[in-house]
């Protein structure tokens, strides 16, 4: 069992930037693979970004050169720098985390609560 427990989200406007954590607890074979993700209202939750133990990392191309996910191990927590963030960035974003690669797909089998994060001026 993993437990994920995110935090940072809130209001900035257009090219603004923040910085989401995600820290998670349990067992650490099971948050091998963590990504985040984002959902709007009516919308399927989008794979933002992905990380491996090793440190490869996969984004969504409307991210790309934006946002960047790193992992501190030591601490088992995840973030997600946003930099010049848009009005269409606004979303709840989760972190996720499981064994297995899932890359961008949403199979993961732990998910966190999700904060929300608001662009506009």
């Known amino acids: 069992e993993v437990q994920l427990v995110e935090s940072g989200g809130g209001l900035v406007q257009p090219g603004g930037s923040l910085r989401l954590s995600c820290a998670a607890s349990?067992?650490?074979?099971?948050?091998?693979?963590m990504a985040w993700f984002r959902q709007t209202p009516g919308k399927e939750r989008e794979g933002v970004a992905s990380?491996?133990?090793?440190?490869?990392?996969s984004y969504a191309a409307s991210v790309k050169g934006r946002f960047t996910i790193s992992k501190d191990n030591a601490l088992n927590t995840l973030y997600l720098q946003m930099n010049s963030l848009k009005p269409e960035d606004t979303a709840v974003y989760y972190c996720?985390?499981?064994?297995?690669?899932?890359?961008?797909?949403?199979?993961?089998?732990?998910w966190g609560q999700g904060t929300q994060v608001t662009v506009s001026s």
């Open positions: 996720a985390a499981d064994r297995i690669n899932w890359l961008l797909n949403w199979r993961y089998n732990y």
């Open positions: 990380i491996d133990s090793f440190g490869s990392r």
């Open positions: 349990g067992s650490t074979s099971h948050s091998t693979y």
